[in-house]
């Protein structure tokens, strides 16, 4: 292992999506991936209009602040993210994430949530490529990669979405950034490997991660994202 992947080994961290936790037990849930390990969890706001479903919002964010001391990034799949942004301050959110593809200029975006006082961070779609994000990659705190197209859990993982973790990661050299690169959608014990060799540090699971034995599907991807780091 030389030097880069060691850091990058110490960075490597499963972030669960609470979208495939139960939410008629979602203190519980919270509790079982914290005391698995996790710090940093995930919570998918869906507007109906951005994408065809309809999640969460504030209120519910809230909520999960008063049971959680966890970093939590609000993933705002929603057409005007602006609005919602003193809302979610509010519920006590860590960090915001919204999409480059809104209407709005993303950039002001991304302004406005670290004024709120927050982390900022953007996230493309598929078929977007890493390059439009360079005007905001200054203000960002996080980059996300949708593997899948948003809007539902427990999609497949879109193969080669690996290469935008790769052109992230190069895209931040260039800058002189070093922050971290998420991949959401579709990580399972045989994805995690690929994006985390790729450059991703932040794997975002929410299937992988609640069906079944929660302590042990955090526990197998971590181990499966860091042997494909560490055997390089
Ligand atoms: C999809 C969401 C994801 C979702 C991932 O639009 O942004 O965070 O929860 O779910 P899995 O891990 O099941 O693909
Ligand atoms: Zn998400």
Do not use: W
Request: hydrophobic share 45%; proline share 5%.
């Amino acid at each position: 292992m030389n030097s880069t992947d060691k850091k990058q080994s110490e960075r490597i961290v499963i972030v669960p999506s609470l979208l495939s936790a139960d939410f008629a037990y979602l203190e519980r849930d919270i509790k079982k991936v914290e005391e698995a390990g996790c710090r940093d969890l995930h919570l998918d706001v869906m507007d109906g209009h951005f994408v065809p479903n309809i999640t969460i919002g504030p209120v519910v964010a809230k909520a999960i602040r008063r049971v959680s001391r966890s970093f939590l990034t609000a993933h705002l799949m929603i057409e005007d993210p602006e609005r919602y942004i003193g809302a979610f301050k509010e519920s006590g959110m860590d960090q915001i994430i919204i999409h480059q593809e809104i209407e709005a200029d993303f950039v002001e975006v991304l302004a406005a949530i670290k004024k709120a006082g927050m982390a900022a961070g953007v996230s493309i779609r598929p078929q977007t490529p890493v390059k439009t994000i360079v005007p905001g990659v200054e203000l960002l705190d996080s980059i996300l990669i949708m593997s899948v197209e948003p809007g539902f859990g427990g999609q497949e993982y879109i193969p080669g979405s690996e290469a935008k973790v790769a052109d992230a990661r190069q895209l931040l050299e260039r800058h002189g950034r070093v922050i971290p690169i998420g991949v959401d959608g579709g990580i399972n014990i045989k994805t995690a490997p690929i994006v985390a060799r790729a450059g991703a540090t932040r794997l975002i699971a929410g299937s992988a991660v609640f069906k079944g034995d929660v302590p042990r599907n955090i526990a197998s991807l971590r181990e499966s994202a860091l042997h494909a780091v560490s055997g390089r």
